[in-house]
């Protein structure tokens, strides 16, 4: 671990176990304190963190936001908040209360200086008081669109740099870091007058599940699977992100954002540049983001005629889900009635490099879809000559390897077996690898892996500028093209696995979609 919590992010070994790198006492901001993201992630992630004392006694948590509230309330409320979630028993009560003790907050609008007065003494009187070292993280949990607001707030009172080679200022920026490229490299420019980028935490909370880190395990510290990961063994790979609910009290938001910007440039596109990377030559923050970068490098952007014929955008109609019936997107509550907001996405890509080219990536995410399942399966070729007949191998499919990042985590092996009996027939069976049987080890949530390394300054979980730019480069011509209207959106009934028209994307290259 580095020595100086302020320097470059790839001294920091990132598979060390958090004893190794203890947080340093800090104090942690969160801007939009009341809302959501506070009560459903990030309170419920310091509670777990402070009752694995994995959390300094100089810690304290700072809610910024426009609700009037005294500190007593917000503790109270912070409180009641880990309680409803049956956090813990006495014991892990009795750590948390104490916690929530030394927890401040700060009400005020972000465009008023005096709120960031007001923050700026309050961090002060906590550097005195509990020896929070002058030490802080910045989180912002509130809408994009405040972004740049308290960004130069904090810039103008002095905050984003920190106050002595040994104290850090980091900053922690949720999800969607932009709504395109151009607005992309404008928050940068606005990030940038503040902030140095190694004290950039870019958030994908797919980064902090523990089956996409197990990609990298599985990928590089195993003999067996780098030498078959290539275009020589895999036919092709697919990529699903499927959901069963719909866009639930989300309505408006999700109108703005449709599921090209809300899950696949950030979450599939970085479970995809971990599945396509080439081995780093260090395992810290820089090593493995630049592979990334050189991997997403490689994708294809698509063209205006390419979009037409690759890309699928469809919206979910009134259906079945779980037993019970649920209204079609149109009818979500804060939807427009005749939105064309896409929930649902199929995509065919390239892969222009020496590993992967000639090998299609397909990739799909929705809402409604019959369940929640998100994996990764490589598809291999089929053995060049089978000395069966058609009949002994009918039930028979070309070998894959599948990631399951939720739920069930695991990994599965397909491939034949000859069933028992006096005939010689074969069928596809699976070897599989449970999380849940493999390991006694608790899994702690993303939010919580995810906010000890950005305390302890740790980057590699978190995404980099140009990461970033260049997910929006590959998602960029399809926004473009359904703006233009040059694709037209498809409908699936909930509950399905989406459009006729994404299944005859693959049926087009002879392939056909996984049921996982
Ligand atoms: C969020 C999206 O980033 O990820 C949500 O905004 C989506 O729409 C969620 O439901 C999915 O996350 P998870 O961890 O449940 O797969």
Same mark, same amino acid.
């Given at each position: 671990?580095?020595?100086?919590?302020?320097?470059?992010?790839?001294?920091?070994?990132?598979?060390?176990?958090?004893?190794?790198?203890?947080?340093?006492? =800090?104090? !942690?901001?969160?801007?939009?304190?009341?809302? +959501?993201?506070?009560? %459903?992630?990030?309170?419920? &992630?310091?509670? $777990? *963190?402070?009752?694995?004392?994995?959390?300094?006694?100089?810690?304290?948590?700072?809610?910024?936001?426009?609700?009037?509230?005294?500190?007593?309330?917000?503790?109270?409320?912070?409180?009641?908040?880990?309680?409803?979630?049956?956090?813990?028993?006495?014991?892990?009560?009795?750590?948390?209360?104490?916690?929530?003790?030394?927890?401040?907050?700060?009400?005020?609008?972000?465009?008023?200086? =005096?709120? !960031?007065?007001?923050?700026?003494?309050?961090? +002060?009187?906590?550097? %005195?008081?509990?020896?929070? &070292?002058?030490? $802080? *993280?910045?989180?912002?949990?509130?809408?994009?669109?405040?972004?740049?607001?308290?960004?130069?707030?904090?810039?103008?009172?002095?905050?984003?740099?920190?106050?002595?080679?040994?104290?850090?200022?980091?900053?922690?920026?949720?999800?969607?870091?932009?709504?395109?490229?151009?607005?992309?490299?404008?928050?940068?420019?606005?990030?940038?007058?503040?902030?140095?980028?190694?004290?950039?935490?870019?958030?994908?909370?797919?980064?902090?599940?523990?089956?996409?880190?197990?990609?990298?395990?599985?990928?590089? &510290?195993?003999?067996?699977?780098?030498?078959?990961?290539?275009?020589?063994?895999?036919?092709?790979?697919?990529?699903?992100?499927?959901?069963?609910?719909?866009?639930?009290?989300?309505?408006?938001?999700?109108?703005?954002?449709?599921?090209?910007?809300?899950?696949?440039?950030?979450?599939?596109?970085?479970?995809?540049?971990?599945?396509?990377?080439?081995?780093?030559?260090?395992?810290?923050?820089?090593?493995?983001?630049?592979?990334?970068?050189?991997?997403?490098?490689?994708?294809?952007?698509?063209?205006?005629?390419?979009?037409?014929?690759?890309?699928?955008?469809?919206?979910?109609?009134?259906?079945?889900?779980?037993?019970?019936?649920?209204?079609?997107?149109?009818?979500?509550?804060?939807?427009?009635?005749?939105?064309?907001?896409?929930?649902?996405?199929?995509?065919?890509?390239?892969?222009?490099?020496?590993?992967?080219?000639?090998?299609?990536?397909?990739?799909?995410?929705?809402?409604?879809?019959?369940?929640?399942?998100?994996?990764?399966?490589?598809?291999?070729?089929?053995?060049?000559?089978?000395?069966?007949?058609?009949?002994?191998?009918?039930?028979?499919?070309?070998?894959?390897?599948?990631?399951?990042?939720?739920?069930?985590?695991?990994?599965?092996?397909?491939?034949?077996?000859?069933?028992?009996?006096?005939?010689?027939?074969?069928?596809?069976?699976?070897?599989?690898?449970?999380?849940?049987?493999?390991?006694?080890?608790?899994?702690?949530?993303?939010?919580?892996?995810?906010?000890?390394?950005?305390?302890?300054?740790?980057?590699?979980?978190?995404?980099?500028?140009?990461?970033?730019?260049?997910?929006?480069?590959?998602?960029?011509?399809?926004?473009?093209?359904?703006?233009?209207?040059?694709?037209?959106?498809?409908?699936?009934?909930?509950?399905?696995?989406?459009?006729?028209?994404?299944?005859?994307?693959?049926?087009?290259?002879?392939?056909?979609?996984?049921?996982?």
């Amino acid at each position: 671990m580095s020595s100086n919590p302020t320097a470059a992010a790839d001294d920091v070994n990132p598979l060390a176990d958090p004893e190794d790198r203890p947080a340093p006492p =800090a104090v !942690f901001v969160i801007f939009g304190a009341s809302g +959501d993201l506070t009560s %459903r992630k990030l309170m419920p &992630a310091i509670e $777990r *963190l402070a009752v694995r004392r994995l959390l300094p006694p100089g810690f304290a948590v700072v809610g910024v936001a426009r609700t009037e509230m005294t500190d007593d309330d917000f503790r109270e409320r912070m409180r009641e908040l880990v309680e409803k979630g049956g956090g813990g028993g006495p014991e892990a009560r009795h750590v948390w209360d104490s916690f929530v003790g030394a927890f401040r907050y700060v009400a005020g609008d972000y465009d008023d200086a =005096a709120t !960031f007065d007001r923050l700026k003494e309050v961090l +002060d009187e906590l550097d %005195r008081e509990r020896g929070t &070292a002058e030490n $802080r *993280l910045f989180y912002l949990a509130t809408p994009p669109s405040t972004f740049p607001t308290v960004i130069n707030g904090l810039k103008d009172r002095g905050l984003s740099r920190s106050s002595s080679e040994n104290a850090f200022s980091r900053i922690v920026i949720e999800k969607p870091y932009g709504h395109d490229l151009q607005s992309a490299l404008e928050l940068d420019r606005v990030v940038h007058e503040a902030f140095d980028e190694n004290q950039v935490y870019r958030i994908d909370h797919y980064l902090g599940k523990e089956t996409v880190q197990n990609v990298l395990a599985l990928r590089f &510290a195993n003999a067996t699977y780098e030498p078959i990961w290539n275009r020589r063994y895999v036919d092709h790979i697919q990529v699903t992100v499927a959901e069963s609910l719909g866009v639930e009290h989300r309505g408006s938001f999700y109108e703005q954002a449709g599921a090209l910007r809300d899950i696949v440039q950030n979450h599939v596109m970085q479970v995809l540049a971990m599945t396509l990377m080439e081995p780093p030559v260090t395992f810290d923050a820089d090593g493995i983001r630049d592979e990334k970068v050189k991997a997403l490098k490689a994708v294809e952007i698509l063209d205006a005629e390419k979009v037409k014929t690759q890309v699928v955008r469809a919206q979910y109609t009134r259906g079945w889900v779980g037993g019970e019936e649920v209204a079609g997107y149109r009818d979500e509550e804060g939807v427009d009635p005749h939105s064309t907001t896409e929930t649902y996405v199929a995509m065919k890509l390239k892969v222009d490099n020496w590993r992967w080219a000639g090998v299609p990536v397909y990739v799909r995410t929705g809402k409604r879809l019959p369940k929640r399942v998100t994996e990764v399966a490589l598809q291999f070729h089929k053995v060049p000559h089978l000395p069966f007949h058609l009949k002994q191998v009918e039930d028979l499919e070309a070998d894959s390897l599948v990631l399951r990042i939720q739920p069930d985590e695991g990994i599965s092996f397909r491939f034949g077996a000859k069933i028992p009996g006096q005939a010689f027939r074969i069928r596809s069976v699976s070897m599989d690898f449970f999380y849940g049987a493999a390991f006694l080890e608790e899994t702690p949530d993303a939010y919580e892996r995810l906010l000890l390394d950005a305390l302890s300054g740790d980057a590699t979980l978190f995404i980099r500028s140009d990461e970033v730019q260049r997910a929006w480069r590959i998602v960029d011509p399809l926004l473009q093209a359904w703006e233009n209207d040059d694709v037209p959106v498809a409908k699936y009934e909930a509950g399905t696995w989406g459009p006729r028209e994404a299944d005859e994307l693959l049926e087009a290259d002879g392939r056909r979609w996984r049921r996982p």
